[in-house]
């Protein structure tokens, strides 16, 4: 996230404009809203499962139509959220940022929410049922490393995903200076190596992995095919890099000018398509075009300055509330369904009804994770103590701003 920054002059013809230390990016206040729906879309993947049975129909039909219907939700907004998080930071990276500060902003702002809601899940229902050898890695978000399934999802079933961003920050000081110095015209050729290292990869696991032991939730791939191609920190870089270079191409003001509604339209195609192709296929490689169309033509719309309905107040609240929110869906999801509700189903109004309730109280719990937790802990320790090793060398001074 960053504060507020006011809007760049044009670029220049050739050159992006990230690549002058003093100009700054306008903010992005419709992508921050659109944080917002990809994270319902997992809540709602998540509240479709019939094991654990999170899913509220008591119809098998309609229960079955609700889970097909966001069977791939989950992987598309997390997939977003990887390409958006490599979008954001080459949009708001310094040349005088430092490793070491860069660093500690970005941990601070995970590790805090995620030990909360670690500890949450533990006390009301994992610590009884995961080992050591399970919740320690997870609590270190280090789990996504191994291949044990019952290791690489524990505890709070979202937090894999933290091990990959944790993974792209570690990693980002060192990318964003070969990313900066890649020629506006070959963008779009780098762009394209990420999108096929993503097929590839599933054409790998898919051709080379056993299909068998099948994954517990009941997904017609081993465990081993979905840790390798979708929870390993590793093959999720595609996306993020993917996103670091779409950033360039936005800020260098070659990438085309697409209408929102022909950018959703576009993302609407590629969750159908992710719904009939082979299943490995549908993690990320059907949705990953429509996704990074999406992120840069609502970029585009904040960048000159248009009003969305994604940039309204209450759209860019719930963005600010969506990281707690997304932390705190599985939990709610599950403990509520699992010891409140007592695994109970109902029609087509009384499940509208639980999901609705369902999804203010995590929403409350992720308001209460911003209040609390994100920002009293970035409020006293992300700002820089001292000066350090920037990110980049020999790098000019930036205008002041603050980014989080």
Not at 22 to 46: E, K, M
Request: with cysteine; net charge positive.
């Amino acid at each position: 996230m960053t504060a507020p920054l006011h809007v760049p002059p044009g670029p220049r013809p050739g050159r992006a404009p990230l690549e002058d230390p003093v100009r700054r990016p306008a903010p992005l206040p419709s992508l921050t809203g659109l944080r917002f729906i990809a994270a319902a879309l997992v809540f709602f993947f998540h509240s479709s499962f019939f094991e654990p049975l999170t899913n509220p129909f008591a119809d098998r039909g309609l229960a079955e139509g609700f889970q097909w219907l966001f069977s791939k939700a989950g992987w598309m907004g997390v997939s977003f959220f990887f390409v958006l998080s490599g979008f954001v930071l080459t949009w708001s990276s310094r040349r005088d940022d430092t490793v070491t500060g860069f660093w500690r902003r970005r941990l601070l702002k995970i590790f805090p929410n995620h030990i909360a809601m670690w500890a949450l899940a533990m006390l009301l229902f994992a610590g009884a049922a995961t080992p050591l050898t399970a919740w320690l890695p997870n609590l270190f978000l280090v789990h996504s490393w191994f291949p044990q399934h019952d290791i690489y999802i524990s505890v709070n079933a979202p937090s894999w995903s933290l091990c990959s961003e944790l993974l792209f920050y570690l990693l980002f000081p060192f990318l964003i200076g070969p990313v900066r110095r890649i020629r506006t015209e070959r963008l779009w050729g780098w762009a394209g190596a990420m999108v096929a290292g993503m097929v590839a990869l599933e054409f790998a696991v898919d051709l080379l992995v056993p299909a068998q032991p099948r994954t517990p939730e009941g997904f017609p791939i081993s465990s081993l095919q979905f840790w390798l191609g979708y929870n390993f920190p590793p093959g999720r870089l595609f996306e993020f890099v993917l996103g670091m270079l779409l950033a360039r191409l936005v800020l260098a003001g070659r990438f085309p000018r697409v209408p929102l509604a022909g950018a959703l339209a576009l993302t609407v195609g590629g969750y159908a398509l992710a719904l009939n192709v082979p299943f490995l296929y549908g993690f990320t490689v059907a949705t990953i075009v429509p996704v990074g169309v999406l992120v840069c033509a609502v970029a585009t719309a904040d960048m000159r300055g248009e009003r969305t309905l994604l940039s309204g107040r209450v759209m860019r609240w719930l963005g600010e509330v969506s990281f707690g929110f997304y932390l705190a869906q599985y939990v709610v999801l599950y403990y509520g369904r699992t010891y409140v509700l007592h695994d109970r189903t109902y029609g087509l109004v009384g499940g509208v009804l639980e999901l609705l309730v369902l999804l203010l109280v995590t929403l409350a719990l992720g308001w209460l994770l911003m209040v609390c937790v994100e920002r009293p802990v970035m409020r006293r320790w992300a700002r820089p103590r001292g000066r350090r090793r920037p990110l980049e060398p020999n790098a000019v001074p930036a205008d002041p701003g603050r980014a989080t």
